[in-house]
């Protein structure tokens, strides 16, 4: 579906979320907040601690992308190797942001040694992304925002920020639930789809314990009549094949 919405991408950078040690949080958190504000999701990736894997990718996704999201890799151990990927990504300098560094310093005193100093290294140019959980702060360069791995920051982060990016109409879905193989409408499915080029269609067959088998059917745009008339349409369908179903109406009809 070709819209005029502002695009994003979501880089998660972490070998403990590729080796399946953490599982990852973040991507759930950020999408279901950027289709409310009408921003489109159209890409995730998942990348390890590794520099030219983080310099390659982030340039890539800059170029393509409205916004770019990142999470993880900005503490004060050896494998947070964001911030000085992102300073080679954009060709800057990588140095101290003193307003980081006097937050750090107020907050952690004698304390603050040369690991937690490290967490106010920023590539040059960069714009403190603040939270109200801890003194630790992203940062945002152009249109790459580099957030914190941990949820409950990154979390708090992203809320304060997302005032301030632009947005478009807000995406809304409906779903319909029927007792219908997948198999048995995909060629009516497929002449609706073509029918609301406007409207994504998405078909997710379930098979839980017997009789709890058939297909969820998820309408999503941008237009909430044309999400609508394509819910219709669906439900027409079902009935069409004697099937029966519920509705989970998120724009009204």
Not at 73 to 97: Q, R, S
Not at 107 to 126: C, D, I, T, V, W
Request: proline share 4%; net charge negative.
């Amino acid at each position: 579906m070709t819209t005029n919405h502002p695009t994003a991408a979501i880089l998660i950078i972490g070998n403990e979320i590729l080796s399946g040690r953490t599982q990852d949080t973040n991507v759930k958190f950020i999408a279901e907040r950027l289709d409310k504000a009408g921003i489109k999701l159209l890409e995730v990736r998942v990348i390890p601690d590794d520099e030219s894997a983080i310099v390659e990718t982030v340039n890539t996704l800059r170029a393509h992308y409205t916004y770019v999201f990142t999470t993880g890799g900005i503490g004060a151990t050896h494998d947070d190797i964001t911030a000085a990927c992102l300073a080679k990504a954009f060709g800057v300098p990588l140095e101290i942001n003193e307003e980081t560094f006097t937050i750090l310093q107020n907050h952690y005193k004698e304390s603050f040694n040369a690991s937690r100093q490290r967490m106010a290294l920023m590539p040059r140019g960069s714009e403190l992304l603040k939270n109200q959980i801890c003194t630790a702060t992203g940062f945002k360069i152009e249109n790459v925002y580099c957030l914190a791995g941990m949820p409950t920051v990154m979390q708090n982060s992203f809320t304060l920020l997302l005032p301030s990016l632009k947005t478009g109409a807000p995406f809304v879905s409906n779903t319909v639930k029927c007792d219908l193989r997948e198999g048995d409408i995909a060629q009516a499915l497929t002449d609706i789809q073509n029918a609301y080029v406007s409207v994504e269609i998405g078909s997710y067959p379930f098979y839980r314990t017997p009789p709890d088998i058939g297909t969820s059917f998820v309408m999503h745009g941008a237009d909430p009549v044309a999400v609508t008339n394509a819910t219709n349409a669906v439900i027409a369908m079902v009935e069409q094949f004697g099937g029966t179903y519920t509705v989970d109406w998120f724009c009204k009809k």
